[in-house]
């Protein structure tokens, strides 16, 4: 099992761009989650998704959307980059319901950086 | 969810037990505790979780009052691959909309 796998690993956007980060997990989970760090701080929820089909907003959803796909996939789409969105991101699966405290399984992290 | 409180940083040497403790005077009855540990450069690991007294498992021990206001995580003879920001969160185990939240988490640097 590959566990969550995110893509890409590294990406360098200008201003404006749009680019959109793909997650899937391989374990069957429910529950789907991005978030975001920033150097020396903790990770915030940008949108979790309790189900195929559902999504929410978590601490800090501007500027970002999000697709369930299905199951698997979970997608994080910026629309048009701001340097304010340089970061590193997260995607996490659990098996149990959104906001519960079953355990998340991470993905390796996006770092995004936007110029 | 219950805001908690942890030290920023601490330092301890190779071969030391580390206890790190998180306040959390506002965890409700049905909150459980739940242990994170996350190296530079990966995503968060799950270490550990409990509800009351002590829990053990392979990787460290958890300590829990009996007013549940607060939380120690014990690492037992730290090597220096125990450097990592370890993040305690309190919550509900049920299905609902509230929202897991990490903090800024402990900074633990071990020492040869």
């Known amino acids: 099992n590959a566990g969550v796998t995110q893509t890409p690993k590294f990406q360098v956007l200008k201003t404006g761009q749009s680019m959109t980060l793909q997650c899937a997990q391989d374990?069957?989970?429910?529950?789907m989650y991005w978030y975001r760090q920033d150097p020396g701080m903790g990770l915030r929820l940008i949108y979790y998704?309790?189900?195929?089909?559902?999504?929410d907003k978590g601490e800090v959803p501007n500027g970002y959307n999000v697709s369930r796909l299905n199951k698997r996939e979970f997608s994080l789409r910026l629309e048009s980059a701001a340097p304010s969105q340089t970061s590193v991101y997260f995607c996490?699966?659990?098996?149990?319901?959104?906001?519960?405290?079953?355990?998340?399984?991470f993905g390796p992290g996006t770092r995004l950086t936007v110029l | 969810l219950a805001k908690t409180t942890q030290p920023i940083s601490m330092d301890s040497y190779e071969g030391q037990e580390v206890n790190i403790t998180c306040s959390h005077n506002?965890?409700?009855?049905?909150?459980?505790i739940t242990w994170y540990q996350q190296f530079p450069s990966q995503g968060p690991r799950f270490i550990i979780q409990?509800?009351?007294t002590k829990v053990t498992n392979e990787v460290a021990s958890l300590f829990i009052p009996a007013d549940r206001k607060s939380s120690t995580l014990s690492l037992p003879r730290v090597s220096l691959s125990d450097t990592a920001v370890y993040y305690c969160?309190?919550?509900?185990?049920?299905?609902?909309?509230?929202?897991?939240?990490f903090g800024k988490g402990t900074r633990l640097h071990i020492l040869p």
């Open positions: 506002n965890i409700a009855t049905n909150d459980y």
């Open positions: 374990m069957n989970h429910n529950s």
């Open positions: 409990g509800y009351k």
């Open positions: 969160l309190v919550g509900d185990m049920s299905y609902g909309d509230d929202k897991i939240i």
């Open positions: 996490a699966s659990s098996d149990g319901g959104a906001g519960s405290l079953n355990e998340q399984f």
């Open positions: 998704s309790a189900s195929e089909g559902t999504t």
